[in-house]
């Protein structure tokens, strides 16, 4: 068995949602928020390939990329947007963020190791977690991992030394360097402010277990709701009321 970091966090925030999704097929479309985030990660790795090869686009290289994935006809990335309006606002949000992360770079641009790097961690006999770790890169600290924010409030202490998509990219940076990374920044693209943390082999210990019960419960079929707010903009909404 395989699964993506995408479909745990699918899976722990409702495991109804996740069988929708994953198992029933049901297709989907990105909350503006989730595609903002998308189109926004997208256009960063863009920037970091490019400056990766020795070349530092500008702003309005940015602003292109990333228009051209926001109103893309071809739905890169399908989502859901209330009308042109909202659509307009998101675009002139993310504008601002990637505007903050331009100038930090332009004045001190990152000394980049590598860019989209995908892993597969072993959790078990035949199962395995795919993710992704956006950049690598040398720093005063040592190697680090970046990843970047787009939510407007700051990481809060316990979701930094728990996030297992963070636990994982360590594992993931491990399996290719044979160390921990020296340390893992966690940009907060509305503020530029820049959070760190790390990982080390009790957040492993921490994580496997966390995802072998996970597994455990989408073997023996334990789909049941997980009502929040979050449902207001669930795209499964309907046929989660319908459940039985």
Known sequence: MEITVEQL?????????????????????????DGLREAIKTTISYFYLNLHQGKLVSMEDLKAKFGSI????????????????????????AIEMLAI?????????????????????PIGDDFFVRGNIPVIRETTRGLEIANFKTSPQRPDDFWQRTDMDL????????????KEPDSICLQHLKTGVPYYTERRQK??????KSVRMMKKTIDEEWFYPRESYHC?????????????
């Open 9 to 33: 966090y699918d899976f722990k925030a409702c495991p109804l949602r996740y069988k929708f999704i994953e198992i029933d097929k049901m297709p989907v479309k990105l909350s503006q928020n």
């Open 70 to 93: 926001w109103y893309d006809k071809n739905k890169i990335y399908d989502i859901q947007f209330d009308d042109k309006q909202a659509q307009r606002k998101k675009e002139l949000a």
């Open 101 to 121: 992360f331009h100038r930090q770079q332009k004045f001190n641009p990152d000394k980049v190791i590598a860019v989209n790097v995908d892993f597969r961690v």
């Open 167 to 178: 636990t994982l990219q360590a594992i993931g940076f491990h399996s290719m360097f044979k």
């Open 203 to 208: 957040d492993y210990q921490r994580l496997y």
């Open 232 to 244: 207001d903009s669930c795209p499964a909404k309907s046929f989660c009321m319908e459940w039985r």
